[in-house]
T-cell receptor, first 113, second 108 residues
Framework: DAGVTQSPTHLIKTRGQHVTLRCSPISGHKSVSWYQQVLGQGPQFIFQYYEKEERGRGNFPDRFSARQFPNYSSELNVNALLLGDSALYLC????????????FGDGTRLSIL | RKEVEQDPGPFNVPEGATVAFNCTYS??????FFWYRQDCRKEPKLLMSVYSSGNEDGRFTAQLNRASQYISLLIRDSKLSDSATYLCVETGFQKLVFGTGTRLLVSP
């Protein structure tokens, strides 16, 4: 079975632009979470979605938004990109999301110039 | 205070050595804990769950001490392929909370 898949793998944007990152969870998993990982740090929680509803939001500005589709895939949108948004964006899926281990995709490496 | 704290290392050990990592957490209500392994520029991969009764998987042993709020990971007979960053994770209702990771370097 396919694991969590993310696209694109790499992306280069300039300040002020917006970006959409995509994620498909493991088949049968209904929860998708998004994390941001900057160099030298552990992943930081951005959002969790379950059954198309937002279940949790981390300490990120409103420029970050996400949604989950009926097939449980998800998009992360970031507007008005800043240099500090350069990071590895990780998507993770789990069966339900509460107190469960999550399985990560390869991530999207976003570079802001 | 950070929710999950780890010594960033690096821990430099020779092949065959035994190495242990500790991690402390601040939320006494945390329900579940995990160790993830992350190779350079790759995604985190689940290594093992952590239980109060201890959890052993081959050369790896994880332990949870709720009274002192720390988690440990013991690696026996280290292999070159064990070189990676080990992330301590607590899970709440909605999210995983990661430590910064402990880097392990195993040398020949």
């Amino acid at each position: 079975d396919a694991g969590v898949t993310q696209s694109p793998t790499h992306l280069i944007k300039t300040r002020g632009q917006h970006v959409t990152l995509r994620c498909s969870p493991i088949s049968g998993h209904k929860s998708v979470s998004w994390y941001q990982q900057v160099l030298g740090q552990g992943p930081q929680f951005i959002f969790q979605y379950y059954e198309k509803e937002e279940r949790g939001r981390g300490n990120f500005p409103d420029r970050f938004s996400a949604r989950q589709f009926p097939n449980y895939s998800s998009e992360l949108n970031v507007n008005a990109l800043l240099l500090g948004d350069s990071a590895l964006y990780l998507c993770a899926s789990s069966l339900e999301g509460s107190y469960q281990p999550q399985h990560f995709g390869d991530g999207t490496r976003l570079s802001i110039l | 205070r950070k929710e999950v704290e780890q010594d960033p290392g690096p821990f430099n050990v020779p092949e065959g050595a035994t190495v242990a990592f500790n991690c402390t957490y601040s939320n006494s209500a945390s329900q579940s804990f995990f160790w993830y392994r992350q190779d350079c520029r790759k995604e985190p991969k689940l290594l093992m769950s952590v239980y109060s009764s201890g959890n052993e998987d081959g050369r790896f042993t994880a332990q949870l001490n709720r009274a002192s709020q720390y988690i440990s990971l013991l690696i026996r007979d280290s292999k070159l392929s064990d070189s990676a960053t080990y992330l301590c994770v607590e899970t709440g209702f909605q999210k995983l909370v990661f430590g910064t990771g402990t880097r392990l370097l195993v040398s020949p």
